[in-house]
């Protein structure tokens, strides 16, 4: 069953499977998130939010997705969350606009439904917080666990610190249990993901020294997302390749909290990444050193 709201459709709580929304579907993260999801038996796309692209069938963004039965998408604004079922929110808005929605979706009541009026005004309810609504983030705002940090590389002030706290890193390959049990899960960025699931492994067998590790790193451009931007406009892009953010990428402090945490003590990398000429893909190049007694075949 569907229900019409102010510029859109979105699917009722009719069935068994897991009701997700997925909050700025239209750009590539969404894209990649309706992909997914489309093809997991349990899961059934009952939201999609896109503010620019408010009151269009998704697959007129991008018509491979035609004939899945897919709910129109919908500004947030216009989203009537009285009564709307949900089991899990996927929210792939920038960073700052994310914390503010989901502050609002965890302070859902215990039923499931999200209050209208919690989205609009979320900040008169940062004492309250509860909720069965799980959220799942994609920007980079839960990433980061200290607040001073976000707001010294995001150059913004967290709205939402308690929830920073409380947030689980979705690294699902070393953080599984405790993404199971987590309401909110801050997804990596692209960056730190590839290094962390290539240096985690050896810091805790002792394998690599904790200092002196250098990443090289290079990213296709939809890594960027789909704004518009001079820097990755085609003929900007194409036929070359140039380093980015050097000694300043956002993904640094990431990186560096995560294999702090698996060496037990702070540690600091070095990493510059490259933009190179290709829709999509990641691929990096790591330097350690290894620790006295251990060899390649170790590693």
Not at 96 to 113: D, R, V, Y
Not at 146 to 172: F, N, R, S
Not at 276 to 291: C, F
Request: charged share 20%; aromatic share 6%; glycine share 8%.
């Amino acid at each position: 069953m569907t229900s019409t709201s102010k510029t859109g459709t979105f699917k009722t709580g009719t069935s068994k499977k897991i009701r997700a929304a997925i909050l700025g579907a239209s750009g590539y993260t969404g894209v990649e998130l309706i992909r997914l999801l489309v093809r997991h038996p349990n899961v059934d796309i009952v939201l999609m939010t896109a503010d620019r692209k408010a009151g269009h069938p998704i697959d007129t963004v991008y018509p491979h997705l035609t004939g899945l039965g897919l709910p129109d998408l919908i500004a947030i604004k216009d989203v009537e969350w009285p009564g709307l079922e949900l089991d899990v929110v996927f929210c792939a808005l920038p960073h700052a606009t994310s914390q503010e929605i989901i502050k609002g979706i965890l302070h859902a009541t215990g039923h499931g439904f999200i209050d209208e009026m919690i989205i609009e005004r979320p900040a008169d309810y940062a004492n309250a917080i509860q909720g069965s609504v799980k959220v799942i983030d994609l920007s980079a705002d839960f990433r980061l666990r200290d607040t001073d940090v976000y707001t010294k590389w995001y150059l913004e002030y967290h709205q939402a610190p308690e929830l920073q706290k409380e947030a689980v890193y979705g690294l699902t390959e070393h953080y599984r249990e405790e993404i199971k049990a987590a309401r909110l899960v801050a997804c990596p960025g692209c960056y730190p993901t590839a290094a962390l699931l290539a240096l985690i492994p050896p810091l805790n067998d002792k394998i690599i020294k904790k200092d002196g590790i250098i990443i090289d790193a290079k990213s296709g451009a939809s890594g960027a997302g789909r704004s518009l931007k001079e820097a990755n406009l085609f003929t900007e892009v194409s036929e070359g390749m140039h380093p980015y953010g050097i000694a300043g990428h956002r993904h640094s402090p990431e990186i560096e909290q995560e294999l702090s945490r698996a060496a037990g003590q702070d540690l600091m990398v070095t990493f510059t990444p490259h933009l190179v000429p290709m829709n999509r893909g990641e691929l990096e190049t790591i330097y350690v050193t290894l620790q006295d007694g251990q060899t390649a075949a170790d590693l």
